[in-house]
């Protein structure tokens, strides 16, 4: 049984993003790029089932700039066992996204996708569901754990006030969410087994899907800067303040 495991490079969580000055877009020069960190709950899962005997193999996949092969390394060290880059300079909104993944399991023909729920750089939470859709395949969103039966695997997620189990048949579309599980840290002997582990190259057209949006981004702004707040001495200056200052009460 096969997973393929769509990992998209973005900006590190932790670096506090610029918006280049004309507004066109977020400045990611000199910035530090990572694995979105929703696919490496993704890689870690699929590796764990494949551990757990469940997989046979885990093929990471990734569209973007040559950069994107540092990623699909990184999903490689994990334990990803082969890697697919679709390289393009293009912009990829998720449409675009979900009709290349399409093409790349038509070519793989897994039985599970993984993708994570959201890239923390468009937030879309666009991409599982349009792939899902276009393979006409069942998908459970936002999995926090994922069970691989015979025919089937079931998937329980998180709802308002508790949890959902869906039973899915094969091939199926999952997208993980943050509680799934936590991945583990990378050591040196596996980033060295990762650059000998065959990574493929492809392009979009070669898939035969045009990379023409659909969508442009016509600006990026950073949040009004927010007045720094004051604390007052008593309920009664509190008071004062919201009649007379805020004007609210
Ligand atoms: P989004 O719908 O943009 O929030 O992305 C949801 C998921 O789709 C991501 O967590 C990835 O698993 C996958 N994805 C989106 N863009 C790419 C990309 N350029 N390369 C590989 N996977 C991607």
Redesign the pocket.
């Known amino acids: 049984m096969k997973a393929l ?5 973005v900006v590190d969580y932790n670096v506090k993003v610029r918006v280049k000055a004309d507004g066109s877009d977020v400045d990611i020069t000199n910035v530090k790029m990572s694995m ?1 960190p ?2 490496e709950i ?1 890689v870690e899962e699929a590796v764990r089932q494949k551990e757990a005997g469940h997989l046979t193999e885990v093929v990471a ?4 700039t040559k950069q ?1 092969e540092e ?1 699909l390394r990184t999903a490689l060290a994990m334990g990803a066992d082969r890697a697919i880059h ?1 390289e393009t300079e293009d912009p ?3 449409l675009t ?2 009709k ?2 399409k093409a790349v399991a038509e070519q793989e023909k897994p039985d599970l996708v ?18 899902a859709g276009l393979l006409h395949a069942p998908q459970a969103t936002f999995a926090s754990q994922v069970q691989i039966k015979d025919h089937e695997v079931w998937v329980t997620r998180e709802i308002d006030g508790g949890t959902e189990t869906l039973a899915l048949t094969l091939p199926a579309v999952i ?2 969410d943050l509680r799934l599980n936590e991945p583990r840290y990378i050591k040196l002997p596996n980033i060295m087994q990762a650059k000998r582990k065959p990574l493929h190259k492809q392009t979009p057209q070669e898939l035969n899907v045009q990379t023409n949006a659909q969508l442009q981004m016509v600006s990026v702004a950073e949040p009004k800067n927010r007045k720094a707040g004051i604390k007052v001495a008593d309920v009664a200056e509190l008071v004062a303040r919201l009649r007379d200052e805020a004007k609210v009460i």
């Open positions: 495991v769509a990992v998209k490079r979105n929703f696919d993704a996949v990734s569209l973007g994107c990623t679709v990829l909104p998720p996204v979900a290349i993944l993984f993708l994570g729920k959201q890239a923390i750089d468009d937030d879309a939470n666009q991409t599982a569901q349009m792939l997208s993980t």
